[in-house]
């Protein structure tokens, strides 16, 4: 098993400003993913984050916009720049189990941008 | 989209019933896997079933998979006002990809 600490949980931010959402492991893992969850809706994969290497978007999302950082094999942030109204989401950070097939989660981050 | 087909988008029970749920997704697949999800938190996994099988049980769950029909079903018995949540089947084609279900939102009334 794996347990991600996400952070932060919550947080209310003023358009056009930016928001890092840090995600820590407690094992070394390959790959974390982000997703954002819009109110009401399924996860949506944003991008897979290699360390080592720039993090693979997935279509309708960009680095300018998702910026992502993956500085060892236990840490990741996500950037969500110049924020509009349109971004109030929840943020999940994932990884996957290894060698068991299933995915472990962060508490996620709830974003309102007003 | 790869994603996955939830029905109902919302369920009602008294406690004590059992709760159905259905995942109908489009392409082939490596597994299947129902999360839960409490209150826009992070999501727990419950289950996984694999490809080559046809059902699963884990406690109060059972899972069945038609790879022929692309669908899958959850079934939570003799529920209770705990299991109040959000359930998302997710498949798995490759590896780590997964694509999740649009989700079933399940209230227990005590």
């Known amino acids: 098993s794996a347990v991600i600490s996400q952070k932060p949980s919550r947080d209310i931010c003023q358009r056009g400003t930016s928001l890092t959402i840090q995600c820590q492991v407690d094992?070394?893992?390959?790959?974390m993913f982000w997703y954002r969850q819009q109110p009401g809706q399924s996860l949506t994969l944003i991008a897979t984050a290699n360390q080592g290497s720039e993090a693979t978007y997935e279509s309708g999302f960009v680095i300018d916009k998702f910026p992502i950082s993956r500085p060892n094999l236990t840490f990741s942030t996500l950037t969500v720049s110049n924020m509009s109204p349109e971004d109030s989401s929840i943020y999940l950070c994932s990884v996957g189990g290894q060698g068991t097939g299933e995915a472990f989660f962060g508490q996620g981050t709830r974003l309102t941008v007003v | 989209s790869q994603q996955g087909e939830e029905d109902p988008q919302a369920l009602s029970i008294q406690e004590g019933e059992n709760a159905t749920m259905n995942c109908s997704y489009k392409t082939s697949i490596n597994n299947l896997q129902w999360y839960r999800q409490n209150s826009g938190r992070g999501l727990v996994h419950l289950i996984l079933?694999?490809?080559?099988?046809r059902e699963k049980h884990s406690g109060r769950l059972r899972v069945t998979l038609d790879t022929s029909k692309k669908s899958s079903s959850l079934l939570i018995t003799a529920s209770r006002a705990a299991d109040t949540a959000s359930y998302f089947c997710?498949?798995?084609?490759?590896?780590?990809?997964?694509?999740f279900g649009t989700g079933t939102s399940l209230t227990v009334i005590p």
């Open positions: 094992s070394q893992v390959t790959m």
């Open positions: 997710a498949t798995v084609i490759t590896g780590n990809q997964f694509y």
């Open positions: 079933i694999r490809s080559n099988e």
